[in-house]
């Protein structure tokens, strides 16, 4: 399907929100700054082989001494918002107990940071960096650390809730689950399915009993979780293609979304898991089931399957992670969510991006050219204008991610930024893309448009 041509913001709705997202293992560094904890990522870092290039997160993007220059750059791309998370261990070192002060100071200047500029605040709560005291009890497969987040969550939303535009639980649970316990590929890094199954049904616990402390708070934050969805498709029509789809269907999508959307893990999946199935306690699903304001999603790639495994089309192109450039499934994705749950709240999209090496570094004239990456936002959000019109309720897209950073195992090679971060001085880069994003946005309609008064009454940054 073609994009419109030239693409512009003025061919969304006008309350849509465009923004960017990180998250904070990815860029705060400062690991041992003003009383934060360590995290199950810290650990999981030290140990030889985890992280392709032997990184840390110990620097990253220095973010947290360089926010307010980073927030400086946000507002001049022209963003509505920004997604960002907190990171657990700074508010309770060991994930338990009273708050730390300093650490919750952290985040409170960044979002008075944010207003300043004129950016929204969206929160997220759990971006993997679990404290790793918890993790020494069992970590997700301790029913206790559930426990220990909806207080957590109660004392971040007490804080900042009331200036924050949304705030979501938990980031992708499939990845600090299957990923994380049964892949072993991000920390704690187990190869345990069963470990896997429990942890995940830690995870929505969590989710739902965090949901209930904030609602108590009557906050005017939409509260909601962000889930990473792949769309399967079958390699064929054969049957045993189709089944294999399904089966990666239920795993990574239906396992999360049926729990929190209709009350019940999906009857296939847990037949499938047999002895490794969760052991769900009379009462868990409803309090995972609790109504939320909206249902973000992470939308990368899809997945092609057939009996025989995972296929790749071979006349498609791939980003640098190998992922499959696909748009349509993001919109295949959305319609498919907007006819199957009936309860689905509003998504907002609070990440989409590729990773593409800028291999070049930046030019004579300090800029880098990422002309892949500068097509893929055009493709998908296109392809999210298209689920728009054929009904969906779409409410934001967050660019992932407004610099490059700590990509999880890959460590710094992955490149996903908007803007370019030289890791030997800590310079920001505007890449073309992050220019492209600018012009999209700058492109509104008049009623977007600074007035005269705005103008002469701009404060000075
Ligand atoms: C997100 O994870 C994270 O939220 C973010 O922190 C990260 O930096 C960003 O994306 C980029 O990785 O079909 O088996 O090959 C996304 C993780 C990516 C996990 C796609 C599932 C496909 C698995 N997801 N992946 S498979």
Redesign the pocket.
Known sequence: TATPDPLHRAAFPADFTFGVAT?SF?IEGATNADGRGVSIWDTFCREPGRIHDGSTGDVACDHYHRWPEDLNLMRDLGVDAYRFSVAWPRIQADGRGPANTKGLDFYDRLVDGLLERGLQPHMTLY??DLPQALQDIGGWTNRDVALRFAEYARIVAERLGGRVRSIATL??P??SSI?SYQIGEHAPGLRDRRAAVAAAHGLLLGHGLAMREMRALTLDADLGIVL?L?PAYPASDRPEDVAAARFVDGT?NRWFLDPILRAQYPQDIVDAYGADAPDVHSGDLDIIAAPIDFMGV?Y??R?VSSADG?IRPSTSSYTD?N?EVYPQGLTDLLVRLHHDYPNLPPIMIT?N?A?YPDADGPDEHGIVHDPERVQYFQQHLGATLNAIDAGVRVTGYFA??FMD?F??AYGYKKR?GLFYVNYGNQMRHWKDSARWYQTFLNAAPAAHAPQPEEVIAAPQH
Request: hydrophobic share 40%; net charge negative; with cysteine.
């Open positions: 998250s990815q971006h993997w980031n992708e499939w990845c990923l990473n792949n990574f992470n990368y790639s997945s995972a992670m992922w990440e991006g990773a992932w991610s950073n990509e999880w996903f």
